[in-house]
């Protein structure tokens, strides 16, 4: 059993930054591929960003590339989303999920076992 804390969400303006913390308990992050994912209101729940287990490999959504960093503190057994450049259709809950089976974070939100509480991210116009 994986336990997933999120934290980092809130109220920002159009251009601004936040960063999201997903800190783990229960097993060690490094040794799982994570993804943060993300729904908005009256849409389906999509891929934002994942990190490989072991390596740290990493792949975003085109939708964020160039502006969202994704990255593990292993002694902080925690995985981070930086998110820059913010937009207003970044607008969503945002969940970090495990997936336990495969290396690379890949983008189908079923291969996911374990899943935070989400935490809500808001960029004003």
């Known amino acids: 059993q994986v336990q997933l804390v999120e934290s980092g969400g809130g109220l920002v303006q159009a251009g601004g930054s936040l960063r999201l913390s997903c800190a783990a308990s229960?097993?060690?992050?490094?040794?799982?591929?994570v993804g943060w994912f993300r729904q908005a209101p009256g849409k389906e729940r999509e891929f934002v960003a994942g990190?490989?287990?072991?390596?740290?490999?990493?792949s975003y959504a085109e939708s964020v590339k160039g502006r969202f960093t994704i990255s593990r503190d292993n002694p902080r057994n925690t995985v981070y989303l930086q998110m820059n450049s913010l937009k207003p259709e970044d607008t969503a809950v945002y969940y970090c999920?495990?997936?336990?089976?495969?290396?690379?974070?890949?983008?189908?939100?079923?291969?996911?076992?374990?899943w935070g509480q989400g935490t809500q991210v808001t960029v004003s116009s």
């Open positions: 990190i490989s287990r072991i390596n740290g490999i990493t």
């Open positions: 229960g097993r060690t992050l490094n040794n799982y591929a």
């Open positions: 999920a495990v997936d336990p089976r495969t290396y690379y974070a890949g983008s189908d939100s079923r291969k996911y076992d374990y």
